[in-house]
Structures are given as C-alpha cells and as structure tokens.
C-alpha cells in the first residue's frame, strides 16, 4: 500500500505535497496489518514530514511505545517513508523480485482503465505484485493516475456525496479486496 502525499491535489485542483498525519499512519498501518499488507509506503518529498513520520515511527517502534504498545508496534512496523513513488516501486521490485502493478484509487470512476473489484481480487490471488495507491488531500495527481496500470472503481455510497478520509476508504476498499467474505 502508498500512502501518496506528493503528488496530490488540494480543493482548488492545484498540485500541492500535502501534510502527513500520525492518525493516517497508526490507522491504515492497522488496516495493513489486518488484511496482510506486507508494506505501508508514506511518500512525502517534504523532509520536515519525513523527520515527524521517523520521529512517531520510532516511539512506536523502538521506545516507549513498543513495550506500551505491542499491538501497535506490529502495524508500525510495515510503515517505511521514502520521497517518492519510484523509490516505493524500486523497494516493493527489489524486495518481491518483479516490478509490481499499480492500481490506483480515485473517487471519480475512471472509465479508460477502471478495474473492478472482483478482477483487482483475481489479480492478487494469482499472486501478482501490486501496490495499492491511496492519495491524501483531495486526491492523487492526475500524473499518479495517468502512471497506474489501473484505477481502482470508486466507492459509492448511497448519495451523491463522496468525500472518505482515506482511512475509511482504505478499510473500506482493503475488507473489499482481502476480507475473507467475499466470494467472486
């Protein structure tokens, strides 16, 4: 899984580097943990978000918070920062042997390369590499979503409203994908 900070769009559709957030990463470092993520990518070129992701990371990790915690420390310990995307993909490529598919989410349907839920399932029971890409702010970059092989079909609710913080879409999409209730 990335957790893509960088680049994103903020209300006005401009590209920004958004903001980490600690509850972001103890939340969907849990998610990850539960369905059997084997890594959480936080992707910030923003050096000062780094060092406070690095910072909360080591509380949780190695100080106090390990022996506090133990539970959280076992999800924190999937988390890795780096600066970009293509550093994320090199890792996932160098620690599982092949370069892994992208599957992007967005919460606007993406028909040109839209892929559904029950095929993303196939695609990870036949053991393929991928890396789920979830983006902060108001969104993933059109540049991230151009990149990915494909575009994970949005959630829809019941109204026309969409707007998920990314820990609930990620629970959401992650039950919907690896959750052992599904069928096809």
Known sequence: MGLVHYPVYNKKCERIASATTTVDIHDLSRVARTYGVKRLYVVTPLTDQQRLVGRMLEHWKVGFGAKYNPHRKEAL??????????????????????????????????????????????????????????????????????????????????????????????AIILDRLAGGHHQS
């Open 77 to 170: 310990e999937l988390v890795t920062v780096f600066s970009s995307l293509e550093e994320a993909v090199e890792d996932v490529g160098g620690a599982e042997g092949e370069i892994p598919l992208l599957v992007a989410t967005d919460a606007a349907r993406q028909e040109e390369r839209s892929i559904t839920y029950g095929r993303t399932r196939q695609i990870l029971r036949a053991s393929h590499v991928v890396l789920l890409l979830f983006g902060t702010a108001w969104g993933l970059d059109r540049e991230i979503l151009d990149r990915a092989d494909y575009v994970l079909e949005p959630i829809e609710g019941v109204k026309e409203y969409n707007h998920l913080s990314v820990r609930a879409a990620a």
